[in-house]
Protein backbone atom coordinates (compact mmCIF):
# COMPACT_ATOMS: atom_id res chain seq x y z
CA UNK A 1 0.00 0.00 0.00
CA UNK A 2 1.45 3.39 -0.92
CA UNK A 3 2.48 5.52 2.21
CA UNK A 4 -0.44 8.13 1.45
CA UNK A 5 -2.76 5.39 2.61
CA UNK A 6 -1.37 3.73 4.64
CA UNK A 7 -3.16 5.82 7.65
CA UNK A 8 -6.41 4.68 6.48
CA UNK A 9 -6.33 0.56 6.34
CA UNK A 10 -9.63 -0.34 8.25
CA UNK A 11 -12.35 2.06 9.28
CA UNK A 12 -13.08 2.44 12.71
CA UNK A 13 -17.33 1.16 11.56
CA UNK A 14 -15.62 -1.51 10.13
CA UNK A 15 -14.03 -2.28 13.17
CA UNK A 16 -16.85 -1.67 15.69
CA UNK A 17 -19.39 -3.53 13.69
CA UNK A 18 -17.69 -6.43 13.33
CA UNK A 19 -16.69 -6.57 17.30
CA UNK A 20 -20.60 -6.02 18.21
CA UNK A 21 -21.49 -8.76 15.93
CA UNK A 22 -18.69 -11.19 17.45
CA UNK A 23 -19.60 -9.93 20.54
CA UNK A 24 -23.22 -9.69 20.07
CA UNK A 25 -23.76 -6.28 21.14
CA UNK A 26 -25.86 -3.44 20.48
CA UNK A 27 -24.29 -1.54 17.71
CA UNK A 28 -24.79 2.13 18.62
CA UNK A 29 -21.05 2.53 16.99
CA UNK A 30 -22.08 2.65 13.06
CA UNK A 31 -24.74 4.77 12.41
CA UNK A 32 -27.44 3.78 9.95
CA UNK A 33 -31.12 2.97 10.86
CA UNK A 34 -33.08 -0.31 11.56
CA UNK A 35 -36.35 0.40 9.86
CA UNK A 36 -37.02 0.52 6.75
CA UNK A 37 -37.66 3.64 4.02
CA UNK A 38 -41.09 4.82 2.99
CA UNK A 39 -42.84 1.53 1.29
CA UNK A 40 -44.07 3.16 -1.99
CA UNK A 41 -40.22 3.95 -2.82
CA UNK A 42 -39.21 0.29 -1.83
CA UNK A 43 -41.86 -0.91 -4.38
CA UNK A 44 -40.72 1.79 -7.05
CA UNK A 45 -37.08 -0.29 -6.75
CA UNK A 46 -38.61 -3.43 -7.28
CA UNK A 47 -40.94 -1.92 -10.27
CA UNK A 48 -37.96 -0.95 -11.84
CA UNK A 49 -35.64 -3.98 -11.73
CA UNK A 50 -39.04 -5.76 -13.11
CA UNK A 51 -39.55 -2.92 -15.93
CA UNK A 52 -35.46 -4.11 -16.59
CA UNK A 53 -33.67 -0.37 -15.39
CA UNK A 54 -30.88 -2.85 -14.68
CA UNK A 55 -28.08 -1.68 -17.15
CA UNK A 56 -26.04 1.90 -17.10
CA UNK A 57 -27.90 4.79 -16.44
CA UNK A 58 -26.49 8.05 -17.94
CA UNK A 59 -23.51 9.18 -16.40
CA UNK A 60 -24.55 12.34 -14.90
CA UNK A 61 -27.71 10.10 -13.73
CA UNK A 62 -31.02 9.58 -14.54
CA UNK A 63 -33.34 12.62 -15.65
CA UNK A 64 -36.05 11.90 -13.47
CA UNK A 65 -33.61 12.04 -10.87
CA UNK A 66 -31.43 14.53 -11.82
CA UNK A 67 -35.17 16.68 -12.22
CA UNK A 68 -35.86 15.93 -8.29
CA UNK A 69 -32.41 16.99 -7.02
CA UNK A 70 -33.21 20.39 -8.49
CA UNK A 71 -36.51 20.44 -6.94
CA UNK A 72 -35.52 19.56 -3.42
CA UNK A 73 -32.41 22.03 -3.62
CA UNK A 74 -35.15 24.98 -5.14
CA UNK A 75 -36.83 24.34 -1.79
CA UNK A 76 -33.84 26.35 -0.38
CA UNK A 77 -34.45 29.23 -3.01
CA UNK A 78 -31.44 27.66 -5.35
CA UNK A 79 -32.01 26.93 -8.66
CA UNK A 80 -29.83 24.12 -10.59
CA UNK A 81 -30.18 23.34 -13.85
CA UNK A 82 -30.99 19.77 -13.83
CA UNK A 83 -28.87 19.08 -17.22
CA UNK A 84 -25.76 20.82 -16.23
CA UNK A 85 -25.68 21.15 -12.68
CA UNK A 86 -26.56 18.33 -10.76
CA UNK A 87 -24.83 14.65 -10.98
CA UNK A 88 -25.90 11.22 -9.33
CA UNK A 89 -23.04 10.01 -7.43
CA UNK A 90 -22.76 6.52 -5.33
CA UNK A 91 -23.71 8.10 -2.33
CA UNK A 92 -22.42 11.21 -0.61
CA UNK A 93 -18.72 9.36 -0.29
CA UNK A 94 -17.83 9.30 -3.94
CA UNK A 95 -19.32 12.80 -4.80
CA UNK A 96 -16.47 14.37 -1.48
CA UNK A 97 -13.76 12.00 -3.42
CA UNK A 98 -14.68 13.09 -6.92
CA UNK A 99 -15.10 16.76 -6.05
CA UNK A 100 -11.47 16.56 -4.11
CA UNK A 101 -9.92 14.76 -6.82
CA UNK A 102 -11.02 17.09 -9.48
CA UNK A 103 -10.84 20.40 -7.89
CA UNK A 104 -7.27 19.65 -5.92
CA UNK A 105 -3.67 19.98 -6.98
CA UNK A 106 -1.13 17.59 -5.69
CA UNK A 107 0.06 20.60 -2.69
CA UNK A 108 -3.00 21.93 -2.14
CA UNK A 109 -4.31 22.51 1.25
CA UNK A 110 -8.11 21.60 2.02
CA UNK A 111 -9.30 22.69 5.56
CA UNK A 112 -11.59 20.30 7.19
CA UNK A 113 -13.50 20.99 10.83
CA UNK A 114 -12.31 17.99 13.28
CA UNK A 115 -13.43 15.87 14.96
CA UNK A 116 -14.31 14.64 10.31
CA UNK A 117 -15.82 12.38 8.79
CA UNK A 118 -13.44 9.40 8.12
CA UNK A 119 -13.59 9.26 4.44
CA UNK A 120 -12.41 13.37 4.22
CA UNK A 121 -9.13 12.53 4.74
CA UNK A 122 -8.98 9.45 3.24
CA UNK A 123 -10.05 11.35 0.18
CA UNK A 124 -7.77 14.19 0.13
CA UNK A 125 -4.50 11.88 0.89
CA UNK A 126 -6.14 10.10 -2.13
CA UNK A 127 -6.57 13.13 -4.26
CA UNK A 128 -2.37 13.88 -2.89
CA UNK A 129 -3.89 17.03 -1.08
CA UNK A 130 -2.53 18.42 2.81
CA UNK A 131 -5.24 18.65 5.40
CA UNK A 132 -5.21 21.74 7.23
CA UNK A 133 -7.58 20.64 10.81
CA UNK A 134 -9.57 23.30 12.32
CA UNK A 135 -11.27 21.80 15.70
CA UNK A 136 -14.72 22.16 16.70
CA UNK A 137 -14.58 23.87 20.30
CA UNK A 138 -16.44 21.49 22.54
CA UNK A 139 -18.78 23.69 24.82
CA UNK A 140 -22.06 24.82 25.39
CA UNK A 141 -22.38 22.81 21.65
CA UNK A 142 -19.60 21.88 19.50
CA UNK A 143 -19.07 25.68 17.74
CA UNK A 144 -16.76 26.73 14.77
CA UNK A 145 -13.71 29.36 15.68
CA UNK A 146 -13.60 31.85 12.58
CA UNK A 147 -10.47 33.08 13.94
CA UNK A 148 -9.01 29.81 13.99
CA UNK A 149 -10.37 28.92 10.58
CA UNK A 150 -8.80 32.33 9.21
CA UNK A 151 -5.58 31.00 10.53
CA UNK A 152 -5.28 27.98 8.99
CA UNK A 153 -5.59 29.93 5.56
CA UNK A 154 -2.52 30.07 3.91
CA UNK A 155 -1.29 30.69 -0.11
CA UNK A 156 -1.60 27.11 -0.99
CA UNK A 157 -5.26 26.60 0.35
CA UNK A 158 -7.37 25.45 -2.33
CA UNK A 159 -10.62 24.09 -0.61
CA UNK A 160 -12.81 23.87 2.64
CA UNK A 161 -14.72 21.15 3.14
CA UNK A 162 -17.94 21.75 5.80
CA UNK A 163 -20.33 18.62 7.45
CA UNK A 164 -23.20 20.75 8.45
CA UNK A 165 -25.57 18.88 10.06
CA UNK A 166 -22.32 17.94 11.54
CA UNK A 167 -21.17 13.71 11.94
CA UNK A 168 -19.78 13.20 14.57
CA UNK A 169 -20.83 15.68 16.94
CA UNK A 170 -24.50 16.87 16.22
CA UNK A 171 -23.78 19.86 15.97
CA UNK A 172 -25.39 22.20 13.46
CA UNK A 173 -23.86 25.39 12.18
CA UNK A 174 -25.48 28.44 12.67
CA UNK A 175 -26.43 31.25 10.15
CA UNK A 176 -23.71 33.20 11.86
CA UNK A 177 -20.99 30.55 11.21
CA UNK A 178 -21.85 29.78 8.30
CA UNK A 179 -21.58 33.72 7.07
CA UNK A 180 -18.44 33.69 8.70
CA UNK A 181 -17.34 31.07 6.55
CA UNK A 182 -18.46 32.30 3.51
CA UNK A 183 -16.94 35.56 4.01
CA UNK A 184 -13.41 33.89 4.27
CA UNK A 185 -14.03 31.50 1.19
CA UNK A 186 -15.06 35.08 -0.88
CA UNK A 187 -11.91 36.76 0.77
CA UNK A 188 -9.71 34.42 -0.23
CA UNK A 189 -11.18 32.88 -3.16
CA UNK A 190 -11.49 29.41 -1.86
CA UNK A 191 -13.62 26.55 -3.47
CA UNK A 192 -16.21 25.00 -0.78
CA UNK A 193 -17.59 21.53 -1.10
CA UNK A 194 -20.19 20.89 1.59
CA UNK A 195 -21.36 17.64 3.07
CA UNK A 196 -25.46 17.84 3.58
CA UNK A 197 -26.40 14.17 4.01
CA UNK A 198 -28.30 15.18 7.10
CA UNK A 199 -29.82 18.26 5.67
CA UNK A 200 -33.21 16.74 6.89
CA UNK A 201 -32.14 16.05 10.17
CA UNK A 202 -32.29 19.24 12.14
CA UNK A 203 -34.37 18.95 15.52
CA UNK A 204 -36.05 21.30 18.20
CA UNK A 205 -36.73 23.76 15.01
CA UNK A 206 -40.28 25.07 16.58
CA UNK A 207 -38.12 25.71 20.22
CA UNK A 208 -34.81 27.86 18.89
CA UNK A 209 -33.32 24.40 16.64
CA UNK A 210 -30.49 25.78 14.30
CA UNK A 211 -32.36 24.91 10.77
CA UNK A 212 -30.25 23.77 7.95
CA UNK A 213 -29.01 26.12 5.64
CA UNK A 214 -26.93 25.43 2.23
CA UNK A 215 -23.90 26.90 2.23
CA UNK A 216 -24.44 28.10 -1.34
CA UNK A 217 -27.27 30.36 -0.75
CA UNK A 218 -24.81 32.77 1.04
CA UNK A 219 -23.31 35.85 -0.57
CA UNK A 220 -20.57 34.70 -3.11
CA UNK A 221 -21.23 31.37 -2.44
CA UNK A 222 -23.50 30.01 -5.34
CA UNK A 223 -20.75 30.53 -7.94
CA UNK A 224 -17.67 28.61 -6.11
CA UNK A 225 -19.50 25.85 -3.61
CA UNK A 226 -20.09 22.20 -4.37
CA UNK A 227 -22.98 20.62 -2.54
CA UNK A 228 -23.07 17.28 -1.98
CA UNK A 229 -26.13 15.21 -0.63
CA UNK A 230 -27.24 11.92 -0.24
CA UNK A 231 -30.51 9.65 -0.08
CA UNK A 232 -29.47 7.67 2.74
CA UNK A 233 -29.81 9.53 5.40
CA UNK A 234 -33.60 11.37 4.41
CA UNK A 235 -35.02 7.99 3.34
CA UNK A 236 -33.38 5.39 5.68
CA UNK A 237 -31.72 3.60 2.30
CA UNK A 238 -27.65 4.08 3.19
CA UNK A 239 -27.03 0.83 1.59
CA UNK A 240 -28.36 2.08 -1.75
CA UNK A 241 -25.25 4.40 -2.20
CA UNK A 242 -27.01 7.54 -3.94
CA UNK A 243 -25.76 10.76 -3.59
CA UNK A 244 -25.73 14.01 -5.64
CA UNK A 245 -23.56 16.82 -6.63
CA UNK A 246 -25.25 20.47 -7.28
CA UNK A 247 -22.84 23.12 -8.15
CA UNK A 248 -22.44 25.43 -11.16
CA UNK A 249 -21.61 24.05 -14.74
CA UNK A 250 -18.13 24.02 -14.78
CA UNK A 251 -17.75 22.57 -11.07
CA UNK A 252 -20.12 19.55 -11.86
CA UNK A 253 -18.23 19.04 -15.38
CA UNK A 254 -15.01 18.86 -13.09
CA UNK A 255 -16.48 16.16 -10.49
CA UNK A 256 -17.82 14.06 -13.55
CA UNK A 257 -14.30 13.90 -15.14
CA UNK A 258 -12.81 12.32 -12.16
CA UNK A 259 -16.56 10.60 -11.17
CA UNK A 260 -16.72 8.88 -14.26
CA UNK A 261 -13.25 6.96 -13.78
CA UNK A 262 -14.35 6.05 -10.50
CA UNK A 263 -17.29 4.49 -10.97
CA UNK A 264 -19.11 5.71 -14.05
CA UNK A 265 -22.59 5.05 -13.01
CA UNK A 266 -24.05 3.36 -10.36
CA UNK A 267 -27.50 2.03 -8.91
CA UNK A 268 -29.79 2.50 -11.80
CA UNK A 269 -32.69 0.81 -10.26
CA UNK A 270 -32.50 2.61 -7.20
CA UNK A 271 -32.35 5.88 -8.88
CA UNK A 272 -36.11 6.25 -10.17
CA UNK A 273 -37.35 5.25 -6.38
CA UNK A 274 -35.44 8.19 -4.88
CA UNK A 275 -36.86 10.53 -7.34
CA UNK A 276 -39.98 9.38 -6.50
CA UNK A 277 -38.76 9.62 -2.71
CA UNK A 278 -37.82 12.94 -3.33
CA UNK A 279 -40.89 13.80 -4.99
CA UNK A 280 -43.73 12.28 -2.90
CA UNK A 281 -42.19 11.70 0.35
CA UNK A 282 -41.62 15.23 2.28
CA UNK A 283 -44.20 14.25 5.31
CA UNK A 284 -42.15 10.91 5.82
CA UNK A 285 -39.25 13.05 6.16
CA UNK A 286 -40.42 15.19 8.07
CA UNK A 287 -41.88 12.11 10.45
CA UNK A 288 -38.88 10.23 10.78
CA UNK A 289 -37.19 13.93 11.36
CA UNK A 290 -39.57 14.26 14.55
CA UNK A 291 -39.43 10.23 15.38
CA UNK A 292 -35.79 11.02 15.34
CA UNK A 293 -35.52 13.91 17.60
CA UNK A 294 -37.59 11.89 20.22
CA UNK A 295 -35.39 8.79 20.03
CA UNK A 296 -32.31 11.58 20.96
CA UNK A 297 -33.83 12.44 23.79
CA UNK A 298 -34.40 9.16 24.82
CA UNK A 299 -30.65 8.13 24.22
CA UNK A 300 -29.46 11.32 25.66
CA UNK A 301 -31.00 11.27 28.92
CA UNK A 302 -29.89 7.26 29.11
CA UNK A 303 -26.64 8.29 29.08
CA UNK A 304 -27.00 11.17 31.06
CA UNK A 305 -28.71 8.96 33.78
CA UNK A 306 -26.00 6.20 33.53
CA UNK A 307 -23.43 8.95 34.30
CA UNK A 308 -21.97 10.29 31.01
CA UNK A 309 -21.49 14.05 30.14
CA UNK A 310 -23.69 14.70 27.11
CA UNK A 311 -22.92 16.94 25.02
CA UNK A 312 -26.21 18.24 23.03
CA UNK A 313 -26.85 17.31 19.80
CA UNK A 314 -29.19 19.66 17.82
CA UNK A 315 -29.14 17.34 14.47
CA UNK A 316 -27.69 13.98 12.40
CA UNK A 317 -27.98 10.34 14.07
CA UNK A 318 -25.53 11.13 16.55
CA UNK A 319 -24.93 12.22 20.48
CA UNK A 320 -21.63 12.64 22.15
CA UNK A 321 -20.83 11.60 25.71
CA UNK A 322 -17.92 12.74 27.79
CA UNK A 323 -16.46 9.51 29.72
CA UNK A 324 -14.65 11.42 32.15
CA UNK A 325 -17.82 11.88 34.55
CA UNK A 326 -17.60 7.75 34.70
CA UNK A 327 -13.97 7.90 35.47
CA UNK A 328 -12.58 6.73 31.93
CA UNK A 329 -9.13 8.66 30.41
CA UNK A 330 -9.78 7.29 27.10
CA UNK A 331 -12.70 6.75 24.56
CA UNK A 332 -10.70 4.36 22.12
CA UNK A 333 -9.77 2.09 24.63
CA UNK A 334 -13.24 2.01 26.57
CA UNK A 335 -14.86 1.74 22.76
CA UNK A 336 -12.90 -1.38 22.27
CA UNK A 337 -13.90 -3.31 25.76
CA UNK A 338 -17.47 -2.31 25.86
CA UNK A 339 -19.01 -4.58 23.87
CA UNK A 340 -17.12 -7.83 25.43
CA UNK A 341 -17.82 -5.99 28.94
CA UNK A 342 -21.51 -4.64 28.73
CA UNK A 343 -22.73 -5.66 25.33
CA UNK A 344 -22.75 -2.13 23.56
CA UNK A 345 -20.53 -0.78 20.53
CA UNK A 346 -19.99 3.03 20.21
CA UNK A 347 -17.57 4.85 18.38
CA UNK A 348 -14.38 6.59 19.75
CA UNK A 349 -14.35 10.30 18.41
CA UNK A 350 -10.62 10.50 18.72
CA UNK A 351 -10.39 8.76 16.04
CA UNK A 352 -11.91 11.78 13.64
CA UNK A 353 -9.47 14.24 14.37
CA UNK A 354 -5.39 15.23 14.07
CA UNK A 355 -5.41 15.89 17.92
CA UNK A 356 -6.68 12.91 19.87
CA UNK A 357 -5.35 13.87 23.01
CA UNK A 358 -7.91 16.49 22.88
CA UNK A 359 -10.75 14.73 22.00
CA UNK A 360 -10.34 10.74 23.78
CA UNK A 361 -12.62 11.91 26.30
CA UNK A 362 -15.91 12.05 23.70
CA UNK A 363 -17.74 8.92 22.44
CA UNK A 364 -20.22 8.70 19.48
CA UNK A 365 -23.46 6.37 20.12
CA UNK A 366 -26.07 6.80 17.16
CA UNK A 367 -29.92 7.06 18.11
CA UNK A 368 -31.26 5.95 14.77
CA UNK A 369 -32.74 2.94 15.83
CA UNK A 370 -35.55 1.14 17.94
CA UNK A 371 -36.83 1.94 20.89
CA UNK A 372 -36.03 -1.37 22.64
CA UNK A 373 -32.52 -1.40 20.97
CA UNK A 374 -32.06 2.03 22.46
CA UNK A 375 -33.50 0.72 25.83
CA UNK A 376 -31.49 -2.41 25.58
CA UNK A 377 -28.51 -0.34 25.30
CA UNK A 378 -29.12 2.30 27.56
CA UNK A 379 -29.91 -0.65 30.48
CA UNK A 380 -26.48 -2.23 29.86
CA UNK A 381 -24.71 1.49 29.85
CA UNK A 382 -26.00 1.34 33.40
CA UNK A 383 -23.81 -1.48 34.77
CA UNK A 384 -20.57 1.30 34.02
CA UNK A 385 -21.37 2.99 36.62
N1 LIG B 1 -20.85 12.15 4.98
C1 LIG B 1 -21.25 12.00 6.24
C2 LIG B 1 -21.06 13.11 7.20
C3 LIG B 1 -21.80 10.79 6.65
O1 LIG B 1 -22.16 10.60 7.91
C4 LIG B 1 -21.95 9.76 5.71
C5 LIG B 1 -22.53 8.45 6.02
N2 LIG B 1 -22.71 7.94 6.99
C6 LIG B 1 -21.53 9.97 4.42
C7 LIG B 1 -20.98 11.17 4.08
C8 LIG B 1 -21.63 8.91 3.38
O2 LIG B 1 -22.78 9.01 2.67
P1 LIG B 1 -23.12 7.94 1.53
O3 LIG B 1 -23.53 6.69 2.23
O4 LIG B 1 -24.22 8.60 0.78
O5 LIG B 1 -21.89 7.76 0.74
N1 LIG C 1 -21.86 7.35 8.22
C1 LIG C 1 -22.00 6.28 9.14
C2 LIG C 1 -21.42 6.69 10.46
O1 LIG C 1 -20.85 7.74 10.59
C3 LIG C 1 -21.35 5.01 8.70
C4 LIG C 1 -20.62 5.07 7.44
C5 LIG C 1 -19.65 3.94 7.26
O2 LIG C 1 -19.79 2.88 7.82
N2 LIG C 1 -18.68 4.21 6.46
O3 LIG C 1 -21.53 5.94 11.38
Known sequence: LVSRLTPFTSTIFAEMTALATRTGAVNLGQGFPDTDGPARMLEEARNAISAGVNQYPPGPGRPELR?????QRAAYGIEFDPDTE???TVGATEAVAAALLALTEPGDEVILFEPYYDSYAASVAMAGATRKVVSLVDGERFSVDLDAVRAAITPDTRAILVNSPHNPTGTVF???ELAGIAALCVEYDLIAITDEVYESLTYDLGSGGVPHLPLCTFPGMAERTVTISSAGKMFNCTGWK?????APKELVSAVRAAKQFLTFVGGAP????VAYALNHES????ALRDDLAVKRDRLSEGLAAAGFGVRPSAGTYFVCADVRPLGFADGAELCRQLPERIGVAAVPVQVFTDTPDAWKHIVRFAFCKKDDVLDAAIE???KLA
Not at 242 to 246: A, E, K, L, P, T
Not at 270 to 273: K, L
Open 67 to 71: AAIAA
Open 86 to 88: VLV
Open 174 to 176: TRA
Open 242 to 246: IGWVC
Open 270 to 273: FQPA
Open 283 to 286: AWVT
Open 380 to 382: RLH
